[in-house]
């Protein structure tokens, strides 16, 4: 973009320079034609240089809005992620069965305790001396839906694999994906949309600069995300401009 203006600038100079000349050495007959049109030239040059500017200043804020609510989005995945992982130890790899789990699946509420018990081995080591060991109990005091825990009275959860609405062309869908790290046996997940689904009907060339991003104020790679199947992290993407949290 720089570059641009920068090159249209320098018509533009050239372009007035050229007009100087034309007004210091160029016969009285031709120079209103020849002034008429280097000046057209001008303003048209100008006008290049103002909607350059004016695009990117226009395409940035459809694309905060647009990630802003994608994001969201992202988190409410993020939240049942968690939450299935709680109950089963592991991830959902697919929406279907993550708004499943949602709408049947409880947590367990739990209380732990501090108590002393005799410990019988060192009890009969010291040939019948009483002796006690500290033990925590847990406590199972009930069970709570997880959907009313996350979501209460909103169904927004049933379309959660669903772009918001105006983002992406129409029926666009998260990609989720769920499965272990190789070497440690960790749970993982990611979902996912690319900045081309996001920004689909955006200038080609402002979205393939946004793909290359790489900045701690920008989302950086070429999709907006929460989760890894690399390693085990479950933030998102993003900077903190765009989400608290």
């Given amino acids: ?5 920068l090159v249209v600038v320098g018509l533009i100079l050239l372009t007035i320079g050229i007009v100087w000349l034309i007004d ?12 008429l049109v280097l000046w057209a030239l001008i303003f048209f040059l100008g006008y290049i240089t103002f909607m350059s500017v004016y695009g990117e200043i226009q395409f940035n804020k459809i694309k ?25 130890k592991e991830f959902a790899g697919d929406f279907d069965n993550l708004i499943k789990f949602i709408d049947t699946a409880q947590f367990t ?26 033990i925590i109990v847990i406590d199972t005091l009930g069970f709570v839906s ?17 772009l918001p609405e105006g983002v992406g062309p129409a029926g666009a869908k998260f990609n989720l994906k769920a499965g272990k790290l190789d070497e440690s046996g960790i749970a993982v997940f990611e979902a996912y949309v690319d900045k081309d689904v996001i920004l689909h009907d955006q200038e080609k060339n402002l979205v393939a600069k946004e ?13 907006l995300q929460v989760g890894s199947m690399t390693e085990a992290d ?9 989400s608290k949290d």
């Fill in 1 to 5: 973009m720089l570059k641009i203006i």
């Fill in 24 to 35: 210091k050495f160029v016969p009285k007959k031709l120079k209103p034609v020849l002034n």
């Fill in 64 to 88: 905060d809005e647009r990630y802003k609510t994608v994001i969201t989005k992202l988190k409410d995945i993020r939240d049942a992620q968690l939450a299935h992982r709680t109950v089963t």
């Fill in 109 to 134: 509420i739990t209380q732990r305790r501090d108590s002393t018990i005799i410990d019988e081995e060192l009890t009969r080591r010291f040939g019948g001396v009483e002796t006690t060991k500290d």
């Fill in 146 to 162: 997880v959907k009313d825990s996350l979501f209460g009275a909103d169904t927004r959860y049933k379309t959660m694999m669903n």
């Fill in 211 to 223: 793909k290359e991003v790489m900045s701690v104020d920008g989302v950086n790679g070429p999709k």
């Fill in 234 to 242: 479950t933030g998102g993407n993003w900077p903190k401009n765009l």
